[in-house]
């Protein structure tokens, strides 16, 4: 094996792990176009986000494994490749079937940011792991904020296949980047188990029906018989893949390590952040592109509303550059309920006042500054709490709790506003406001409960540490 080149192998994991934030872009945005250029409506169109969705929920734990054995490079590559293929056939697809296909294989980019943690927690220098995890985990976040933008500009000007040309470019950019800089040959340092495919199975037929049942159950009608089905066959096959996975030496994903404190910290957070700034995104978009006459929109065309995000990136590179800096003097524990406590502010000002475009930007920077910091925190608390053969299992999923947090904020979103739609079947603006209400009260809840808990954590400590006679 080939020894990395230190230099650059921090930066070609972050340009693969952008990757995942541009063509994570490719979706809400673009619904409408979608809708338009295959003649279906717009209930059917956001299926594209539904089976991205779900296919990133699958394939994100099977990475994660897979990325703790010796075939890191491996499995980059082709991650990468099978990303490539989608995104070519989301693009020159001539109907909305095969459309599909290639938004479910672009699904895989969920499963990146694992793998990218993976191996620079096992090829950087010791003294550089923890910021570097800081940064991959922040990278997405960052990069959604840019990815939006660029989305509008290149749907707005050209046309909704431009995008996609421009995230199979993107993506064959990496693989390139990624085949030239990371450490070639197998890992010597990696345990190789046998794999666990019945708790794969089950976690993706799990998985698969909650995620189907969250985001369809405000369309369907939540006390529909197949939504009810759903539910039930979720929680069902979820419970025996708990107890199969508890009884296996090397299963999917060691559950036991779930239970310590930073790890469950982090994964409790991932689904109440996820779907709090989902909230925050979904609703901010809809308020840019709606039209003035519903009381609160400011009728931007796509070319501009994605520059509604891109404050997001600011704030949440602005905060993986404190976090840093930070981190090493308070520790990196204290990021979290900070990045709460931010994302609370954010939150708020978001219900509070969003009349107006630049209430709305300052709204998406603090939000951006709160998920960077917290973002930041969730990776490294793990990776510090769990060994080195669990890293890329427990990051991913956390990755996945944040998938499922992000289905729940938008299944509330479209739920509140289904129940709050005007006669013309648009958003109200009490719809609007109390959407911007729930995603503010969780996180508030989230900010309490973690400065309360940091704060009996820090007074045991103290208590329990010998006193110093000098």
């Given at each position: 094996m080939n020894p990395p080149n230190q230099k650059a192998l921090l930066p070609a994991l972050v340009f693969a792990a952008l990757s995942t934030a541009i063509v994570s872009s490719l979706g809400m945005l673009l619904v409408p176009s979608i809708a338009s250029r295959f003649n279906v409506d717009v209930a059917t169109a956001q299926w594209m986000l539904t089976v991205n969705l779900l296919a990133g929920a699958i394939a994100t734990?099977?990475?994660g494994r897979l990325s703790d054995g010796p075939h890191k490079k491996r499995l980059l590559m082709v991650s990468l490749g099978i990303m490539f293929?989608?995104?070519v056939l989301a693009a020159a697809a001539p109907n909305f079937p095969l459309f599909l296909t290639g938004r479910s294989l672009q699904g895989l980019s969920y499963?990146?940011?694992p793998i990218t943690i993976s191996i620079a927690r096992r090829y950087i220098e010791q003294g550089k792991v923890q910021p570097a995890i800081?940064?991959?985990?922040?990278?997405?976040?960052s990069g959604i904020g840019i990815g939006y933008p660029l989305t509008g500009i290149i749907a707005g000007l050209f046309d909704y296949s431009f995008a996609f040309w421009f995230g199979a470019l993107f993506v064959l950019a990496t693989i390139i980047v990624a085949w030239k800089v990371l450490p070639?040959?197998?890992?010597?340092?990696?345990?190789?188990?046998r794999f666990d495919y019945l708790g794969t199975v089950l976690l993706a037929l799990g998985l698969g029906s909650l995620l189907l049942a969250i985001s369809e159950g405000p369309k369907w009608g939540w006390g529909?018989?197949?939504?009810?089905?759903?539910?039930?066959?979720?929680?069902a096959i979820l419970a025996?893949?708990?107890?199969?996975?508890?009884?296996?030496?090397?299963?999917l994903i060691n559950l036991r390590t779930l239970k310590q404190g930073d790890v469950l910290l982090a994964n409790i957070s991932a689904i109440a952040l996820g779907a709090a700034l989902y909230i925050g995104m979904s609703v901010a978009s809809l308020v840019a592109q709606a039209e003035e006459s519903t009381g609160y929109g400011l009728n931007l065309p796509v070319l501009w509303a994605g520059f509604v995000i891109f404050p997001l990136s600011v704030g949440s590179f602005t905060a993986n550059r404190i976090v840093r800096a930070v981190a090493k003097k308070v520790g990196i524990q204290i990021m979290l309920p900070l990045g709460a406590v931010i994302m609370s502010l954010a939150g708020t000002l978001l219900w509070l006042v969003h009349s107006q475009l630049w209430e709305i930007l300052v709204s998406m920077l603090v939000f951006g500054l709160g998920m960077g910091a917290s973002y930041a925190a969730m990776p490294a608390l793990i990776a510090r709490s769990v060994a080195t053969q669990e890293l890329g299992s427990s990051v991913s999923f956390n990755q996945v709790l944040r998938t499922v947090g992000s289905s729940f904020g938008t299944a509330i979103s479209a739920a509140i506003i289904a129940t709050h739609a005007g006669s013309n079947g648009a958003a109200t603006p009490a719809g609007i406001n109390?959407?911007?209400?729930?995603?503010?009260?969780?996180?508030?809840?989230?900010?309490?409960?973690?400065?309360i808990h940091s704060v009996i954590h820090t007074s045991r400590a103290t208590a329990s540490a010998p006193l110093r006679v000098d």
């Open positions: 734990p099977i990475l293929v989608g995104s499963g990146i940011v800081s940064s991959l985990s922040v990278t997405v976040s070639s040959g197998p890992d010597t340092q990696a345990a190789s188990h529909s018989l197949p939504i009810l089905v759903l539910l039930v066959v979720a929680a025996v893949w708990v107890l199969v996975e508890n009884k296996l030496d090397h299963p109390m959407t911007f209400m729930i995603g503010a009260i969780l996180c508030i809840v989230l900010g309490v409960a973690l400065v």
